[in-house]
């Protein structure tokens, strides 16, 4: 199975200031069909998992354009520009290239 | 708009079994790809299980064969995962996810204590 490896695990920021997000994988996350199944997640306090990045560097609707993906082959980045307090709460990157899915450990962003 | 809206929080004893239902409105079940998540208390998600298109059959992660069934009634747009012989460390937040983990449902809450 595929080990997702996310650092660091816990990220305090200052508001307004950026934040990055590491995620790595055991092995290349490239299908056969050439797309790289690497998603990542919020989850806020209380709340369930939302969806803000899809193969690698695709926004879904309604994430601010503070979020942005990066990557390729075994190594990604989320970035946030300029952290707000909304973005509290933990981050996961997850692979749906190898069955099975699996995720990473998670990152908690909180505020200095 | 689709929205995935699961059963309610359960209390089971060890041993028992339990099953959670995720009602889909908006769309048709078949129409998606039902994946189950859990979160224990504290701790990251883990996935359970879910159906893989290209195989036209669900996938259960290792760490559930023999313990899990994931269903679907089709009649009421509702899909089901149930876990058996149920122990302490099963006590988690179960999720339903779809549309590639895009959606999600609330949650429901298992609770395994004697």
């Known amino acids: 199975d595929v080990v997702m490896t996310q650092s660091p695990l816990s990220l305090p920021v200052t508001l307004g200031q950026p934040a990055s997000i590491s995620c790595r994988s055991s092995q290349s996350l490239v299908y056969s069909d050439g797309n790289t199944y690497l998603n990542w997640f919020q989850q806020r306090p209380g709340q369930s998992p939302r969806r803000l990045i899809y193969?690698?560097?695709n926004r879904d609707s309604g994430v601010p354009d503070r979020f942005s993906g990066s990557g390729s082959g075994t190594d990604f980045t989320l970035k946030i520009s300029r952290v707000e307090a909304e973005d509290v709460g933990v981050y996961y990157c997850?692979?749906?290239?190898?069955?099975?899915?699996?995720f990473g450990q998670g990152t908690k962003v909180e505020i200095k | 708009q689709v929205q995935l809206v699961q059963s309610g929080a359960e209390v089971k004893k060890p041993g028992a079994s339990v099953k959670v239902s995720c009602k889909v409105s908006?769309?048709?079940?078949?129409?998606?790809?039902m994946h189950w998540v859990r979160q224990a208390p504290g701790k990251g998600l883990e996935w359970m299980g879910g159906f893989d298109p290209e195989d036209g059959e669900t996938i259960y992660a290792q760490k559930f064969q023999g313990r899990v069934t994931m269903t679907e009634d089709t009649s009421t747009d509702t899909a089901y995962m149930e876990l058996s012989s149920l122990r302490s460390e099963d006590t988690a937040v179960y999720y339903c996810?779809?549309?590639?983990?895009?959606?999600w449902g609330q949650g429901t809450l298992v609770t395994v204590s004697s």
């Open positions: 997850m692979q749906g290239t190898h069955w099975p899915p699996s």
């Open positions: 908006g769309y048709t079940l078949t129409e998606l790809s």
């Open positions: 193969k690698v560097s």
């Open positions: 996810a779809t549309d590639g983990l895009r959606l």
